[in-house]
């Protein structure tokens, strides 16, 4: 599949040679990406043909591009941006180049916001990858993995707690890569069970997907994990799998 994405993505990247500013490979790039979201990043070095040569002549068609494109204004920060500081989104929407590296930075830290999404539709880290600093690659591509493992396990040492990787983990032993501190399973768990009395303590709800404590501030039952799990917030099982009372209406009329 990836590889057949690949030859597409050279083919249209060959044809732009012939003219100078060629809007309609622009066009027919960024419908590409939109169409077929992200690939691997060996398939996104292939749209540098060959070497300095696409390489001087992208720049020159960046200029032109921004000489004869009109502005547009970012859906975000409504700063005009020019042609080449434009993330078109496949909503139709137009973000700036930083006001997109913001959201993806964000969406590394809280998984509410991951992945970064405009009108309910992904945004393609593709679109985004040429201008993203290494680092913030890096922490992308860590908080991917992470949030795409449901049984979690985080370095147990207090100062460090990052996540370790299922690929870092041997015989129930976890293997911090951060401070190579080590993580029993069982060590693991008795912090779970501590954190799960202090939940119970609170009236709060553990998540029975990826684990994580989530609170009920007011409203009805139907809890939505960051993890995108929905479940019953009175007795944790999945969403519309019980019998429980889906409202509390004292929580729904909030604070008095
Ligand atoms: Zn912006
Ligand atoms: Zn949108
Ligand atoms: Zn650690
Ligand atoms: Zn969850
Ligand atoms: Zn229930």
């Not at 050279?10 to 979201?37: C, H, L, P, R």
């Not at 434009?86 to 809280?110: N, S």
């Not at 997907?209 to 609170?215: A, D, G, H, L, S």
Request: proline share 4%.
């Amino acid at each position: 599949m990836t590889f057949r994405l690949n030859e597409d993505a050279e083919d249209s990247a060959t044809v732009s040679v012939d003219s100078i500013v060629d809007t309609e490979y622009v066009k027919q790039m960024e419908e590409f990406v939109a169409t077929n979201g992200e690939l691997s990043s060996q398939s996104s070095s292939t749209l540098q043909v060959d070497g300095l040569t696409a390489i001087a002549f992208q720049e020159e068609q960046r200029v032109a591009l921004d000489a004869l494109t009109p502005l547009a204004d970012c859906e975000v920060c409504s700063e005009a941006i020019s042609f080449h500081q434009r993330v078109r989104l496949p909503c139709g929407h137009i973000f700036c180049v930083d006001c997109t590296l913001e959201y993806f930075r964000r969406a590394t830290k809280d998984e509410v916001l991951y992945p970064p999404m405009c009108c309910t539709r992904q945004i393609s880290l593709l679109l985004i990858r040429k201008d993203m600093p290494d680092d913030l690659s890096r922490a992308y591509e860590k908080a991917k993995l992470e949030f795409a493992t449901l049984d979690r396990t985080y370095c147990a040492n207090p100062a460090c707690g990052q996540f370790v990787p299922p690929t870092f983990i041997v015989d129930q032993q976890a293997t911090c890569s951060h401070c190579d501190t080590v993580t029993h399973a069982t060590a693991r768990d008795k912090a779970m069970e501590a954190t799960q009395a202090l939940a119970d303590l609170n009236g709060w709800k553990t998540c029975y997907q990826c684990n994580r404590i989530v609170e009920l501030n007011f409203g009805c039952y139907h809890m939505t994990c960051p993890c995108k799990a929905e479940f019953c917030y009175l007795c944790g099982a999945k969403w519309k799998t019980c019998d429980c009372s889906r409202w509390n209406e004292d929580r729904l009329l909030g604070p008095r």
